[in-house]
């Protein structure tokens, strides 16, 4: 059997009051539910590094003037960075303030 080596890693920051245990399952609950969104972890880098980039080159256009491809990209990463954010917090059951994920290769 094969195992695929995470092409990333998760922190929760900012989260004040969890014990270890809460930390290290919502990193997890929002590792997975990125994965998924996104196809696997191998793309999740790619699509991060693309959203910022194109938001980088469009950044001083108006939103309108931003070709739909790069908005398609943008979205993509937004929802699924969404999706991730309620799938890690919500089992917590409280709101999480300041707290959020930083991802890094």
């Given at each position: 059997?094969?195992?695929?080596?995470?092409?990333?890693?998760?922190?929760?920051?900012?989260?004040?009051?969890?014990?270890?245990?809460?930390?290290?399952?919502?990193?997890l609950?929002?590792?997975?539910?990125?994965?998924f969104?996104?196809?696997?972890?191998?793309?999740?880098?790619?699509?991060?590094?693309?959203?910022?980039?194109?938001?980088?080159?469009?950044?001083?256009?108006?939103?309108?003037?931003?070709p739909?491809?790069?908005?398609?990209?943008?979205?993509?990463?937004?929802?699924?960075?969404?999706?991730?954010?309620?799938?890690?917090?919500?089992?917590?059951?409280?709101?999480?303030?300041?707290?959020?994920?930083?991802?890094?290769?």
């Open positions: 059997m094969t195992t695929t080596a995470r092409t990333y890693t998760v922190k929760l920051v900012d989260a004040q009051g969890l014990s270890t245990a809460q930390r290290s399952a919502a990193e609950r929002f590792r997975m539910a990125l994965d969104a996104l196809g696997g972890p191998e793309y999740v880098l790619p699509a991060l590094q693309t959203c910022l980039l194109v938001r980088a080159l469009n950044e001083d256009q108006p939103p309108e003037s931003t739909e491809a790069e908005q398609q990209v943008i979205a993509l990463w937004e929802k699924a960075e969404a999706d991730a954010i309620m799938a890690a917090f919500k089992p917590l059951g409280k709101e999480m303030g300041d707290a959020r994920f930083v991802i890094r290769s």
